[in-house]
């Protein structure tokens, strides 16, 4: 991800994936399943979730919440935005939970593929499976990506989970709009890595997760900062 930056990943294990020094996977996509593949309680699922977007988005929204069998409806909203905690950074090697916020653009595109990721992240599939998942989806046209704009917002940042209490411990990525932006570029934008040291809230494009490879792009948009 554009100026994500994350140091030694650290391993959040829970009862159902407890785990040796010597059984500590290799590679930094598998570390970050095993640390994204909790079930937390589900009333801090859902505060996680909803977190993610505005306040007066909250009430109405649909909520989807993780389980052994993956994400599944815990609230029918009425608002046209729907939120779970997006677990598909392990795909780019980083142990980040995701609440993320779609409006009705994003249910019919990028929310599918997500929950298809939570469902084999749950069944123990490997990251290869998962992506392999993802493309034939999208060749069958199971997947499709958004045609016009819209709005996903991640107002909490990609954040670790303790996965005993549910407590943030670290924000990898600070809070964000993501908005959708097929077949835009970095570049387009004026973003650079010079640029983005002097300020880190440059809008940029990120398509590194579920559907990256297909055109599923957001550019990302950090509020609140100042240039220098």
């Not at 290799?26 to 977190?51: F, K, W, Y």
């Not at 009425?78 to 950074?89: E, I, K, M, P, Y």
């Not at 998962?130 to 999208?138: K, L, V, Y």
């Not at 670290?170 to 004026?190: D, E, I």
Request: aromatic content about 8%; proline content about 6%.
């Amino acid at each position: 991800m554009p100026r994500l930056h994350c140091a030694v990943l650290t391993l959040l294990l829970c009862s159902t994936h407890a785990a040796t020094a010597q059984d500590a996977p290799a590679d930094p996509a598998t570390a970050a399943m095993v640390a994204l593949n909790v079930v937390l309680p589900q009333a801090t699922e859902v505060a996680l979730a909803l977190s993610a977007a505005p306040p007066h988005l909250r009430a109405e929204a649909t909520v989807y919440a993780y389980g052994r069998q993956g994400f599944q409806q815990v609230r029918a909203g009425s608002n046209g935005f729907s939120r779970l905690v997006n677990r598909d950074a392990f795909l780019y090697g980083v142990p980040a939970f995701k609440p993320t916020c779609w409006d009705v653009a994003g249910e019919a595109t990028y929310l599918p593929v997500m929950l298809l990721v939570g469902e084999m992240l749950a069944a123990g599939r490997s990251h290869r499976d998962i992506r392999d998942a993802i493309d034939a989806g999208f060749a069958s046209g199971r997947f499709k990506r958004p045609t016009t704009g819209g709005v996903a917002y991640m107002l909490a940042g990609d954040v670790a989970v303790d996965p005993t209490t549910g407590q943030v411990t670290r924000q990898f990525f600070a809070g964000h709009y993501m908005f959708y932006a097929v077949g835009s570029t970095s570049a387009q934008l004026g973003f650079s890595a010079e640029a983005a040291r002097r300020d880190p809230t440059l809008p940029s494009v990120f398509a590194g997760g579920a559907g990256g490879s297909h055109g599923l792009a957001y550019i990302i948009a950090v509020p609140g900062g100042t240039s220098h």
